[in-house]
T-cell receptor, first 118, second 114 residues
Framework: AQKVTQAQTEISVVEKEDVTLDCVYE???????LFWYKQPPSGELVFLIRRNSFDEQNEISGRYSWNFQKSTSSFNFTITASQVVDSAVYFC???????????????FGTGTQLKVEL | DGGITQSPKYLFRKEGQNVTLSCEQNLNHDAMYWYRQDPGQGLRLIYY???????QKGDIAEGYSVSREKKESFPLTVTSAQKNPTAFYLCASKVFSGANQPQHFGDGTRLSIL
């Protein structure tokens, strides 16, 4: 069975600090997809990024960057120069490419609460 | 604007009562999902639907029911058999059921027991 672990329950940083959110996953499939979502206090989950299992290239988008390492089954998320608006719960999720219409369900980690203070 | 609309935002249930949460999307997405979120936990899948008139149980379907009569709508009923319904409920959709497509979420409904 697939599993996603976000060991950091809560992280507090001061504005402008860099912060890395960890995500470790387990799957027996060779083809899978990893996602990061942001949940601000309003409650809606906002999609941030998707990574395919066959593409280990790291990605940078503004202050956000993602480090995907298959060797350690990790997909970590770094925010550079954090801002108060980054305060939210961040979820890592895994989707397996299930043949036969298995629903392609997302398995979520328990989330990391990030608090950025002035 | 395209998006997913959940209503109501807050809902209260009395003992023994069934309540229905609404989820409507105008994104022309085929697949729709219902999740339950409890404090300190990730999202757990209740039900999902890949096409109209078809749906499957997720990991925690007991005490819940759904219907998918229209592509745009996927209402969730929390029945009296669900003994611990207090939670935050999120509806999601995606363009088709492929594993590589991200799900897009609504704003959620917070359900409490009176």
């Amino acid at each position: 069975a697939q599993k996603v672990t976000q060991a950091q329950t809560e992280i507090s940083v001061v504005e402008k600090e860099d912060v890395t959110l960890d995500c470790v996953y387990e799957t027996r499939d060779t083809t899978y997809y990893l996602f990061w979502y942001k949940q601000p206090p309003s409650g809606e989950l906002v999609f941030l990024i998707r990574r395919n299992s066959f593409d280990e290239q790291n990605e940078i988008s503004g202050r956000y960057s993602w480090n995907f390492q298959k060797s350690t089954s990790s997909f970590n998320f770094t925010i550079t120069a954090s801002q108060v608006v980054d305060s939210a719960v961040y979820f890592c999720a895994l989707s397996e490419d299930v043949r036969g219409g298995g629903g392609n369900k997302l398995t979520f980690g328990t989330g990391t609460q990030l608090k950025v203070e002035l | 604007d395209g998006g997913i609309t959940q209503s109501p935002k807050y809902l209260f249930r009395k003992e023994g009562q069934n309540v229905t949460l609404s989820c409507e999307q105008n994104l022309n997405h085929d697949a729709m999902y219902w999740y339950r979120q409890d404090p300190g936990q990730g999202l757990r899948l209740i039900y999902y639907s890949q096409i109209v008139n078809d749906f499957q149980k997720g990991d925690i379907a007991e005490g819940y029911s759904v219907s998918r009569e229209k592509k745009e709508s996927f209402p969730l009923t929390v029945t009296s058999a669900q003994k611990n319904p207090t939670a935050f409920y999120l509806c999601a959709s995606k363009v088709f059921s492929g594993a590589n497509q991200p799900q897009h979420f609504g704003d959620g409904t917070r359900l409490s027991i009176l």
